[in-house]
């Protein structure tokens, strides 16, 4: 009979390392607050040039954006409304993510390293159960 993922690996492993590992990167992921600080006049990226600092806001990123969907819908072949219209959307994700900012909840040292035993003990209990179990005939006893 074969086990967890195909092979003859432990499906009780598997179950107790999944059950494990959800339960840890759910609370994991429960003690990070994010914030961000996203707006129109917010500085997505920031230049150095000839000793002057410029800032690209996203207000600036919008610009083409509206140009290259205006572009799109008169003539949707264009190439130029198209890389406009992506390379500006491209832009303004990567600013919303670049703006992300990551804290954790207080918690003591030793919330902390239940969640983290239980996140990263679970996920090896879970890889284990999915190799091979050593058979009677592979043991060299």
Not at 85 to 103: C, D, E, K, M, N
Request: glycine letters at 16%; a positive charge; charged letters at 10%.
């Amino acid at each position: 009979m074969k086990g967890a993922g195909g092979t003859q690996g432990g499906i009780g492993q598997f179950f107790i390392g999944l059950g494990m590992m959800c339960a840890g990167f759910y609370l994991l992921f429960n003690a990070i607050q994010l914030s961000s600080s996203f707006g129109l006049g917010y500085g997505l990226y920031r230049m150095n040039a000839f000793g002057q600092g410029f800032s690209i806001t996203t207000g600036m990123v919008m610009l083409p954006f509206i140009i290259g969907i205006v572009m799109v819908f008169f003539d949707g072949k264009t190439k130029l409304g198209w890389l406009l219209t992506l390379g500006a959307l491209v832009a303004l994700i990567a600013g919303v993510i670049s703006s992300i900012q990551f804290h954790f909840k207080a918690m003591s040292a030793f919330d902390l390293i239940v969640i983290l035993v239980l996140a990263f003990g679970g996920l090896g209990l879970f890889l284990r159960s999915l190799k091979e179990a050593p058979t009677e005939q592979n043991d060299p006893k």
